[in-house]
């Protein structure tokens, strides 16, 4: 699939990008390369791959799940001007 320099002065002017006539024939070279290798890579036959999750077989380490800090909720919220419900009420912003 080609991309060709009309198609790459759409897709800069959606971008707002400014480019010389050299940098376009330059970029729009580099997207056509790219486009031929994802359709080769899209001519690859992969029905007897399996997916993969992660390419080596290895397992994760799990930590044990423990708190490492108290609840200090109702200590800070005595810190706070307006508290109401356990909540903080703050000035609206938005109107």
Do not use: C, W
């Not at 320099?5 to 006539?21: G, N, P, W």
């Not at 376009?24 to 890579?41: C, F, N």
């Not at 108290?70 to 919220?77: V, W």
């Amino acid at each position: 699939m080609a991309f060709d320099k009309t198609e790459l002065e759409k897709v800069a002017q959606l971008a707002r990008l400014h480019m010389s006539d050299a940098e376009k024939d330059e970029v729009a070279g580099r997207i056509t390369d790219i486009l031929a290798l994802i359709d080769q890579m899209q001519s690859v036959n992969t029905d007897s791959v399996t997916p993969l999750a992660h390419p080596l077989d290895v397992t994760q380490r799990l930590r044990p799940d423990y708190t490492t800090e108290s609840n200090r909720r109702d200590e800070l919220q005595k810190l706070a001007p307006r508290v109401e419900n356990g909540l903080y009420l703050v000035p609206k912003v938005i109107e």
